[in-house]
């Protein structure tokens, strides 16, 4: 999977000069929490979130009138409280390096870069969109998570185990397990009965962690 695929595409984007009350509105208004910032050219400078908006305008308890705060908010600009430079990634990057780039660095979204030009934007929320996608949690099913020790073959056993019982695979992915020659397979499958399903994997000598209807 790459960013491209996930993306969303041509962002909202805000203006450089544009002032912090404008940034907020549009954010209120599209039901987002991070805005591009472009030139005047059209080329992207920095990136704005709305807890760097938030944090740059006066607090409720100030003790300044409604216009003086409207004049302040006027005053402040977007390329005054933006971050610059920006992290990006590009269309074709691997979608987990563009996850890991954002824990890394601690941020919720990257622009995304093609030839120079903004052609999309990849957060946070587009990253669960995959894992709800890829653990299958929208389909019906049953899940079990299964310890197996590293080793060849042992993914081959378990797919030909599910399809011996007539088990059709939603889903399936590996992870770390509690020691270094451990994994823990995640699978989700559909028709099949439980107890067809559990016998079968019993049979394989694997140790079950988890087994549940979804």
């Known amino acids: 999977m790459l960013v491209g695929e996930w993306m969303t595409r041509n962002p909202v984007t805000i203006n450089e000069d544009a002032s912090i009350d404008d940034g907020l509105q549009l954010m209120r208004e599209r039901r987002i929490r991070r805005l591009p910032v472009l030139d005047h050219a059209g080329r992207m ?20 009138s409604i216009y003086e705060l409207h004049y302040l908010l006027s005053k402040l600009t977007i390329k005054k409280v933006m971050s610059s430079p920006v992290i990006t990634v590009g269309p ?6 563009a996850a890991r780039i954002m824990a890394d660095n601690k941020i919720g979204g990257l622009p995304v870069i093609e030839d120079g030009r ?13 894992l709800l996608d890829v653990l299958g949690a929208r389909v019906p099913g049953i899940r079990v998570t299964l310890a197996v020790h590293e080793g060849k073959g042992v993914l081959a056993g378990l797919t ?11 889903s399936l992915v590996t992870s770390r397990g509690e020691r270094e020659d451990e994994r823990l397979i995640t699978v989700k499958v559909n028709d099949v009965q439980p107890e067809v399903l ?8 694997l140790r079950i962690i988890d087994f549940r209807a979804t």
């Not at 074709?92 to 390096?97: G, H, I, R, V």
């Not at 903004?118 to 995959?130: R, S």
């Not at 559990?198 to 000598?205: F, I, P, S």
């Open 45 to 64: 400078v920095g990136i704005v979130s709305d807890k760097d908006l938030l944090h740059a305008a006066p607090s409720p308890a100030t003790s300044l």
């Open 92 to 97: 074709n990057t691997p979608l987990e390096e």
């Open 118 to 130: 903004l052609v999309g934007i990849i957060t946070e929320t587009d990253i669960f969109k995959v």
């Open 160 to 170: 030909q185990a599910l399809s011996g019982v007539g088990a059709n695979i939603v």
């Open 198 to 205: 559990r016998h079968a994997l019993e049979k394989l000598n």
